[in-house]
């Protein structure tokens, strides 16, 4: 609901020293990374600013920023992009219109990260 204090699935899981990880949108495609090898964080959506200064306390130099592929997923990209742009290098991988990482075989999935920009 609007206004609620939604935290960052995965902070918990993550490896403390890992400078890479991969932003989301929902908890299941967290997860699905994390089955294929990469450490992810869920947003439970397109974020606000109460996750950004939870984003800001963690080691991550690195974000992935991989959020679905419809207007929503692009609107979050942007924000996010410049969100945390003075905090860590960010990257982003461009969903295909109207997918989201759990669309994704793991192959197509890696040629989307290796592709990232």
Request: aromatic letters at 12%; glycine letters at 6%; hydrophobic letters at 35%.
């Amino acid at each position: 609901p609007t206004g609620t204090k939604k935290p960052v699935y995965g902070i918990y899981e993550i490896d403390p020293n890992t400078k890479t990880a991969i932003l989301c949108e929902s908890c299941i495609n967290a997860i699905t990374a994390w089955t294929w090898g990469y450490q992810a964080l869920a947003l439970f959506g397109t974020g606000n600013t109460y996750q950004l200064e939870i984003l800001k306390q963690l080691n991550i130099r690195n974000y992935v920023l991989c959020f679905d592929g419809d207007e929503a997923g692009r609107k979050a990209t942007e924000k996010m992009k410049r969100w945390l742009q003075d905090i860590a290098f960010v990257d982003v991988i461009h969903m295909p219109e109207g997918k989201d990482l759990n669309d994704c075989t793991k192959e197509e999935f890696d040629t989307l990260y290796a592709n990232r920009e």
